[in-house]
Structures are given as structure tokens and as C-alpha cells.
């Protein structure tokens, strides 16, 4: 940080304390920052290489109308994301409205009436809850369609219970669910090689079980993907770690050819499959995201480990720690106070691009069951590989930082939320 800069911090009432804090926190990290970049340099080649070999040109970026057919653009997306993430087949398509819609969606697409579907770790996400029907009163759940469920409590450690899980497998398990993110809980995300051995053990029970990762979050974190280590079928969001902050809107499921087949007739219709759904013009920006995923990842890894280690400095409890093995981008830190948390998620919004002038309050948000309060003030709207951070307003009060497309904005961020920190006698 040069002088120059330091005087414009200055003057929007940035401490000269905050800035040394900041300064002796990023010596601390130089050997992170280098492995971080490590991989990014292997993944930007992945996907640099993926699409040279499958013959990426300009008139892929043209888009059909009706129904659809012969959007050439539409199928090279999906041959470049099979391609990277090592799988048989891909459905990527700006028609999955997030996250969640592409993990129903493959839930719905596989399992059948008397199917059981376990999740290994414990209570998925909040809004996943509603789509089996272990909460709310929606119709359209696994449950009302007469879909088993079962779900694993995590060790007292927070670790996969595996013992336990091989034992709850029956002649009636068709999916394992292993959720790589951690969603609204206090634990270290799963790495690959635990994601590895977990499937490994539950392959070695019966082959047949199909291992699915929810992969929100871990794109690009590591060197390989869940697919490379035995998973079945994974899906995502295009708004977070693989749409590089360009991609409008979308999400990705990627694996078996015969999964994928399912899930596509489940999608539109039988017969119909993956061969219809426009892209409406988004093939670019889908792709051009793509391109620019493992840099974004890379600052957005960065910048977690920077507000990590600031604040473990500052005596919080944070998870990851900073010197864990990552498994995907998300910071959190334990607050142990609804204002803290407040006022977090207000210092990361008033330090954003995109409605920076408005005042967060905690509401009652679609999908979850306590308020929440979110930050992102972002140019893809609800985008958390931008620089983003939420949190449920519950005890312990854990805010969840993520995102930031480069780490100078979110080591500002940082800054801000410091300063207000001070003034509010946080600190």
C-alpha cells in the first residue's frame, strides 16, 4: 500500500491503526497467498485448455429462438463444462434460477417413489430443508412424493460420522447428498480428499449408491473436482464461484451421462431432454465468466483469508482457520453479538459499487426460517462471488463473508468494517 493510497484512506476516517492492522496481517499470509496462486495458475490452464479442444469460436455466441434447437452455443457451453469437471455429460443453463433449483432439480430427476436419499453431513442448507420437506408446509417435496430421508449428525469434532452413515445405508439408499459448503453452520467446508474418502467408503458398501455433491462455493478451490475423486453427479451456481462474476444468472449439474439424461427429461420433458432451452444470449457472458473463474476464485480465497486472520488477530473464533486446508470461499466468524453482525453486513454493503448508499435491515427472506441480513451490493444481483457477507440472525451470531472479484475491494471492505467497528465501540 503506497502513500498515496494511504491518504485517501485517511480521509474517509480510516484509522492509521487500521491500516498497520490490515499491513501486518497480509505479511502473515505472503506463503498462503503463493499456494493460492498455485492453483489458480493449474485451473486457469484447465479451463484455458478446455476450451481449445473443443473449438470454441465466435459464432458460439449466437443465440436461437422457440425452442431452442441447434443452439450450437447452448451445447458448447455444456461440452466445455463436462470437459473441465471431468464428467460424462452437463446441464448448464440460465433457466436454473440458483443454487438450490439445481440440486431439487437433480434430487427430483433421480429419485423415485420408495428411494431413500441420506445426507451425510448432517442438516443440509436452509432452503434445500424445504425442498425434502423436513420443514415449511410447501407442496412438491421429496416427502409428499414418497421419498425417504434420512440425515447423519456430524461427529462432536463437526466431522462426517462415517461409521454411522455406513451403518443408516439400506437396500432402499439411492443418493448420498455431501454438501461441500457448510451453509448456515459453524464447521470447516469438506476438501476433496475428504469428499474422496467419504465416497470411497460409501462406494465400498454397495457401487451402485450415487454419491452427489452440492459443489456451491468449492469450484476452483482445489486442483480437482468432486467428479475426479468418484462423486456420480455434482451441481452449482453460475452466480457464485464458476460464473466469474460475469455470468447473468444460471446453474450447472454435471456427471453421469445416464443422471444427466434423467435430470434433463425432468427438466423439460421426457423425449425432450437437454435438446431444447434457449440460452437467450448469455452464452458469452456464461463463458466468458468461465474463463475468468480461477482468477476470481483466487481474490475471492484471498480475501477471506485476509478478514480471517484480521479478526482472529482481534481474539475471534473464525472457521476456517488460517492455516486449514480450504474447501471452499466462505469466511466465517463468530460474533457472539446481533449488532456486531448488524453492522458487519452494513460496512461490507456501504463498501460496495452497486447500492452502496442503502441500509440493511435483517428480514424475513424466502426459504429460510430466521432473519437475515445480506449484504451485496453487487452488479449480478444475489452474485456471492462478489463481494458479499450474511448471516441468519440467530445465536451465535456468525456472519459469513464470501466473494469479492479483487482483493484490493475487499481488503477496503475490510477497512470500513474495522473503522465502524471503532466508532461504534465494537472493538
Not at 448456515?184 to 476438501?191: E, I, Q
Not at 452474485?383 to 475487499?410: C, M, T, W
Amino acid at each position: 500500500m503506497n502513500e498515496l493510497t494511504e491518504k485517501i484512506l485517511c480521509k474517509q476516517n480510516i484509522s492509521k491503526d487500521i491500516i498497520i492492522k490490515v499491513k501486518n496481517a497480509e505479511d502473515k499470509l505472503k506463503g498462503r497467498f503463493i499456494e493460492i496462486d498455485e492453483i489458480s495458475e493449474y485451473n486457469q490452464i484447465k479451463v484455458l485448455n478446455a476450451m481449445q479442444e473443443e473449438r470454441l469460436d465466435s459464432t458460439n455466441f449466437n443465440w436461437t429462438t422457440g425452442y431452442g434447437y441447434g443452439d450450437i452455443g447452448r451445447d458448447k457451453v455444456e461440452d466445455i463444462y463436462k470437459r473441465v469437471f471431468c464428467a460424462e455429460d452437463a446441464i448448464v443453463r440460465p433457466t436454473i434460477v440458483s443454487g438450490t433449483h439445481a440440486l431439487s432439480l437433480t434430487l427430483s430427476g433421480i429419485l423415485l417413489e420408495g428411494d431413500e436419499l441420506i445426507s451425510a453431513v448432517g442438516s443440509p442448507y436452509d432452503t434445500l430443508l424445504k425442498v425434502i420437506g423436513t420443514e415449511g408446509d410447501e407442496p412438491g417435496t421429496l416427502l409428499e412424493r414418497g421419498i425417504r430421508y434420512k440425515e447423519i449428525e456430524l461427529k462432536s469434532d463437526n466431522s462426517v460420522d462415517i461409521n454411522n452413515l455406513i451403518k443408516s445405508i439400506s437396500d432402499k439408499t439411492k443418493i448420498v447428498l455431501i454438501q461441500r459448503s457448510t451453509g448456515y453452520s459453524f464447521r470447516k467446508a469438506l476438501t476433496i480428499n475428504e469428499i474422496k474418502y467419504i465416497i470411497k467408503k460409501i462406494k465400498g458398501v454397495r457401487e451402485d449408491i450415487i454419491c452427489m455433491v452440492d459443489n456451491c462455493y468449492g469450484e476452483f478451490v482445489d486442483t480437482q473436482e468432486p467428479i475426479e475423486v468418484g462423486a456420480d453427479i455434482i451441481a452449482g451456481s453460475l452466480i457464485k464461484n464458476p460464473g466469474g462474476g460475469l455470468a447473468l444468472t444460471g446453474g450447472y449439474i454435471v456427471g453421469r451421462s445416464d443422471l444427466v439424461k434423467r435430470i434433463a427429461n425432468r427438466s423439460t420433458a421426457p423425449g425432450v431432454g437437454k435438446d431444447c432451452g434457449l440460452t437467450f444470449g448469455t452464452t458469452r457472458n456464461t463463458l466468458q465468466g468461465f474463463f475468468l473463474a480461477p482468477m476470481i476464485v483466487k481474490e475471492s480465497l484471498k480475501s477471506a483469508l485476509l478478514i480471517g486472520r484480521v479478526f482472529k488477530d482481534l481474539g475471534y473464533e473464525i472457521i476456517p482457520d488460517v492455516e486449514d486446508k480450504r474447501g471452499d470461499i466462505i469466511q466465517a466468524i463468530k460474533m457472539e453479538d446481533e449488532k456486531k453482525v448488524v453492522e458487519f453486513c452494513r460496512s461490507i454493503q456501504s463498501s460496495s459499487p452497486v447500492d452502496s448508499h442503502v441500509r440493511l435491515e435483517p428480514w424475513h427472506m424466502p426459504g429460510y426460517e430466521d432473519k437475515v441480513i445480506m449484504a451485496s451490493g453487487a452488479f449480478i444481483e444475489g452474485s456471492s462471488i462478489e463481494l458479499s457477507a450474511d448471516a441468519p440472525i440467530r445465536k451465535p451470531y456468525v456472519v459469513y463473508f464470501q466473494g469479492g472479484l479483487n482483493y484490493y475491494h475487499s481488503k477496503y471492505a475490510l477497512m470500513n468494517v474495522l473503522a465502524q467497528f471503532e466508532k461504534e465501540k465494537l472493538i
